[in-house]
């Protein structure tokens, strides 16, 4: 017999679901193990240290609450498609904005002191007042009539337009264009439509005779029933926004070098230099090829997604070239902003897990990148959560979430042991090392009074406590497979874990058959680390077996702070 140690830890890379169990401890003492075979529950921190991670607690009851979001100064959250502003958590407090709307996702950004939103098929913004408004003045309804009548305007064919407009200087785009031919002279009478709320005037525009440009003749209350027009126009030129629209409401959307982006079906629409409500339809778009589902904006330009990746280097939409970046899509939802800032100024969750979008267009693969094989689903959202000097991300993604079929079968035999939730991940931001959620279902996020708060399909959550609305977290790390580099006969004797927690931890041994064997520590303690012995093992080595598995659990969801294992391994002479 010969006893021999393994070092377990520390967890600098999370989860490597991408080879088998036996491959992942490989550890000693000059280089110990930085991957684990599945971690439940748990944070890992940028030196490899295991915490279980936060409760929630049952804020307010809800039905269909979805896209909580703070930006601006302002939280909005959607329930029951009643768009609203937040105003107050004690008690909950919410000035409505809009109702009637879908449970599809709200994308929000901010400019000039207003938010703006849209879920790709209602939009609007809303004011410092918390008041809801269009994207864009409303343009008028089509000249119902235009008549000739007395006076010395000379005869000619004339083109008539209008538009709307606020005391404020907002203008929406033109009404159809109406054709009059006077003759002979005299002056033209225009019948105006029905300005809609919220309009404070409306601009007549005409041209001259058998002119083209179209001039402002006038400018009118909104509630004037008819305009006659006699003199020839000497205001300023409609030009282009006789032709522009309304722009479409997106699934995404975002400011970028002066214009607002707007992605909608395979089309990314953007707006004219700082008119931000509009569009033109015959120019004023990037066709994608396929349904697009994410857009962020960085200084240098903006990334989208769709069936593929590509950045759009520049300030200026209108010239932007788009450059592949990866060959795959995102799931639609999951942007946010990196905490570094300007290097790292943009992430979202991609069909290969966390993407980081640096100033200089290049994308990088946290998650890939540190060995973990993540899931896919179509939708999902974000938190971005900076506690105890770590930053990390929390990535929900929609019930659909599953894991691709080149993870390792260990890593998904493992799930199915614990709890087999694909749809939550804790991505450390500076590491990439991965653990999983069980249960955790959030659908938004918001920071309000300097307290972080999530919403699901329930109700809205304080993203604190010790456990989940009375549920305990039951946190556990499974270290793989111990003893596959001989054929010997082996088994642990004693397992030593140096943490701390709030109970007794548990270490579980797993034999080739199936059989687990339970041996709590001896002690435990919250003050300080301290490394605390799992022993009663040595009986195993009469199971004859060559490998083993070793979990390290927590007891009625206590807290649970590891920051390595040691196994001690009895080795036997004989084979089995």
Known sequence: MALKLATLGPWTKGINNGVAAWRIPGGDRKNPGDACRDALNVDFTADGRVVRRRGYSQTVAMDNAHSLSTIGGKTFICQNGELGVITDVAPLTITTLRTGLSNDRISYDERGGEVWWSNGTESGRCSAANTDHPWCLPRPDDIPLVISGVGTLPAG??????????????????????????????????????????????NIYVTNPNGSQLVRYTTVAAATASVTITAL???????????????????????????????????????????????????????????????ASVESGFFVAADRTWFYAGADAASASPVEKLSFGAASGTEFRHPRGRDYAAGWYSDDGVAIGLGDGSVKLLQADAGFIAPTAPTGATWVREVDGQSHVVVSLDGTASYPSKVADDFTTARM????????????????????????????????????????????????????????????????IVGMESQQIKSPTEVYVSGKSSAALVVVISLPDGTAYEYPARDFGTDQVMTRRHDGMRGLINQRQTWFDVVISNDEGCSMDILIANVNVNHSDRRI
């Open 417 to 480: 042991r614990y709890n087999d939730d694909a749809t939550t991940m804790s991505v450390n931001l500076a590491t990439g090392a991965t653990a999983r959620y069980g249960d955790w279902h959030m659908r938004g996020f918001a920071t309000i009074d300097g307290q972080q708060y999530g919403c699901d399909s329930i109700g809205m959550h304080l993203l604190e406590g010790d456990d989940d609305a009375g549920v305990p977290i039951q946190a556990v790390l499974d270290v793989g």
């Open 233 to 295: 126009p000497q205001g300023r030129r409609l030009r282009d926004r006789a032709f522009l629209s309304p722009m479409p409401a997106g699934t995404a959307i975002a400011f970028h070098g002066g214009r607002l982006l707007s992605l909608s079906g395979e089309y990314l629409y953007y707006s004219p230099p700082y008119d931000y409500g509009v569009y033109d339809p015959a120019s004023g778009y990037i066709p994608l090829g396929a349904a697009g589902s994410i857009l």
């Open 157 to 202: 064919d004339y083109r008539i337009a209008l538009t709307n407009s606020t005391t404020d200087g907002e203008e929406s785009p033109a009404s159809a264009i109406y054709e009059f031919t006077l003759s002979p002279a005299g002056s033209i009478i225009v019948t105006l439509p029905t300005a809609p709320a919220g309009v404070d005037d409306v």
